[in-house]
């Protein structure tokens, strides 16, 4: 079992750090802005060939193919040396032989893989284009459609006017959204201070909701081991860095993370309690806190020590980080929480994700301009003038986040809140956290059939 577990963690790591390296991600680079597909790395095996090979470092230092103008040469030492799609044909054995549960989890990852292989090929010129029905399908399961914000937007709009800031007209909520956030504004000075307090509050409220639905094993795992550290102008909102890899003196983990935020952040104080609960717990952090203790112990394989964006995996996994603030308050639906101001930084929260796949959409099947996506986003989705900048840009017109990334958030958090309506907690939640076996957006609806 060994000799065959070993196997499958140099297919699967080759596969994974390939594709990343292909793209100019760097699975070891304590920053966000360095990571791409390749989320982390927190085994104590060595990184892979595909990491290591000389030609490897030089492609990653010029971006792969994600830099303007991609070095053909590099990327062709790099692929003459390390063979990429080897490694993904590899893995579509694995999961022929293995089956069941985990060899549908590789199924979703090679689709995912292949795709962006293919978009890989699209960008240097190699291969017919990739359509974005194919590369939203991949990475989500369900076909893309663009977004409905209008009932969410009303929503916003009534919680505006019992909190004084009812827009005079239609045309005026972007104002009365805007004043509200101006009045609630987060300073940058304190985003150190209130992250503390709201990691405590929702450790807290986790402990009690969420742990207690959990084996008592994963009780005793640290669940926010995080370090702030704002970055200027960063072109995401923020960055969770799982790092997993530093030991105690008796070698097992730490599981510490790292949480890159934007310091030019334009976000509301409950906007922001969102955004902790997302991306460190009962989000984030604490998710892939619980995976590397479950694959520390043995219940999980490989594959769930390298975490990969724009994978079936990711989508689940930023679902779950939507719902995560509902799940510390043990409640269903955002009409539920305790206060109209949490209710309403929610809201803008689940527009922002609604943002994203419009985004994409609009970019990509519509192919608009990004100033008008932009506009659209800010009157439609009520963003603040930031995030419409970014999601329109940076996000939106990248040829793989695009495509694959930002249609997830919507997706993702549709699918665990519908499953949240339909299957107890103590049911869904071990399954979510990895418990019985690694999920994604696709195959956790086969884990909960065996579970029930």
Known sequence: MATEEGYIAQIVGDAVIGIDTLWGGDVTCPSGAGRFIADSWFSDLPLPRSYTHETAARLRAIGGVAAPAPDREAIDDYLSEVDVSGAIAALAEI??????????????LIICFAVMWDLAMERLGRGEPVSYERCVRAATGRDPEPSAPAETREKVTQLLARAGYAPAAVDERLSAVDAWRRDRLVPPPAIRSLSSAFIAQLEALTAANV???LPEELSRVPRANVRFMPVKDAWFSG???????????????EFEATYEINASLQISV???????????????????????????????????????????????????ANNALLMAYDVLDIGQLPDDDLKIGMLLAELQDEAKNQASYLTWK???????VAEILRREYLCTPERADKLSGA???HPLLGRM????????????AA???????????????????????????????AAL
């Open 270 to 320: 409950t906007e922001f309690q969102q955004l902790i609960s997302h991306e460190i717990v009962p989000g984030h952090v604490m998710t892939f806190a619980c995976l590397q203790s479950l694959f520390t112990r043995g219940y999980l394989g490989f594959e769930s020590s390298i975490p990969a964006m724009n994978t079936r995996g990711s989508t689940l996994h930023e679902g779950l």
């Open 395 to 397: 996000w939106g017109r």
């Open 366 to 372: 519509e192919e608009r301009p990004q100033n008008e």
């Open 211 to 213: 742990v207690t639905r």
């Open 419 to 449: 499953l949240r309506m339909k299957h107890p907690p103590e049911v869904l939640l071990p399954i979510l956290y990895g418990c019985r076996g690694l999920v994604d957006v696709v195959t956790i609806e086969r884990a909960i059939d």
């Open 239 to 253: 960055s969770m860095n799982y790092l997993g890899r530093a030991r105690r003196p008796d070698g097992s983990p």
């Open 405 to 416: 990334s930002l249609p997830a958030y919507r997706i993702g958090t549709r699918a665990v």
């Open 95 to 108: 999961a022929r032989e293995k089956g069941g549960l985990r060899g549908a989890y590789f199924d979703g």
